[in-house]
């Protein structure tokens, strides 16, 4: 079965600085999915990483993937309060047509002025 | 606003009872997902539908089913409700395999 794992669980962090949200995974998967949830908010898709050493840059966002090591990080840069989120991974399980999803336990963002 | 329609946005409900979820796909989607999120199980896959087949299972339990029709909309059946099914229904669509889910703005169930 296959596990995903998101760390920190809970991230506090002022503006202005960086970090890393890491996200592990089981089983062999080539397809990573990062995606964004505002409280009581639906889920807003960020990346779409479909190959090893995949990485993909939005603003102050950037993803990148790692397959042999089933590993794939979030990196903020310089972070804002905008950025304040609940994050979530994702990978897909299914391959070929199918998109099934295993989202990891998501990180809570709280950027502080 | 991601294009998928979820209806209704609240629903309420006591234990034992029967209720429909409902979802409209992007236009152009011919696949379907749904999701259960709740605060214990975090965002747990239920099952996908491809162009009315289903294609996919997961975590679904005995007394949830789903269907999709031919105008590509997608029921999510919960019967039998216990307490513990209270949760957000995310439904979800995609293009195919590789494209991102986009979900919809869920459906809070609560039984009571």
């Known amino acids: 079965e296959l596990k995903v794992e998101q760390n920190p669980l809970f991230l506090s962090m002022q503006e202005g600085k960086n970090y890393t949200i890491y996200c592990n995974y089981s089983?062999?998967?080539?397809?990573l999915y990062w995606y964004r949830q505002d409280p009581g908010k639906s889920l807003e898709s960020l990346f779409v990483?479909?190959?090893n050493g995949a990485v993909k840059q939005e603003g102050r966002l950037m993803a990148s993937l790692d397959t042999k090591a089933r590993l794939s990080t979030l990196h903020i840069t310089a972070a804002v309060h905008d950025l304040s989120a609940t994050y979530f991974c994702?990978?897909?399980w299914g391959g070929g047509a199918t998109n099934k999803l295993i989202f990891g336990t998501g990180t809570l963002l709280a950027v502080q002025p | 606003d991601s294009g998928v329609t979820q209806t209704p946005k609240h629903l309420i409900t006591a234990t034992g009872q029967r209720v429909t979820l409902r979802c409209s796909p992007r236009s152009g989607d011919l696949s379907v997902y749904w999701y259960q999120q709740s605060l214990d199980q975090g965002l747990q896959f239920l099952i996908q539908?491809?162009?009315?087949?289903?294609?996919a299972k997961g975590n679904i339990l005995e007394r949830f089913s789903a269907q999709q029709f031919p105008d590509l909309h997608s029921e999510l059946n919960l019967s039998s409700l216990e307490l513990g099914d209270s949760a957000l229904y995310f439904c979800?669509?995609?293009?195919?395999?590789?494209?991102?889910?986009?979900f919809g703005n869920g459906t809070r169930l609560t039984v009571t």
């Open positions: 089983t062999t998967s080539d397809r």
């Open positions: 979800a669509s995609s293009v195919y395999g590789y494209s991102p889910l986009h």
């Open positions: 994702a990978v897909d």
């Open positions: 990483l479909l190959s």
């Open positions: 539908y491809y162009n009315g087949e289903e294609r």
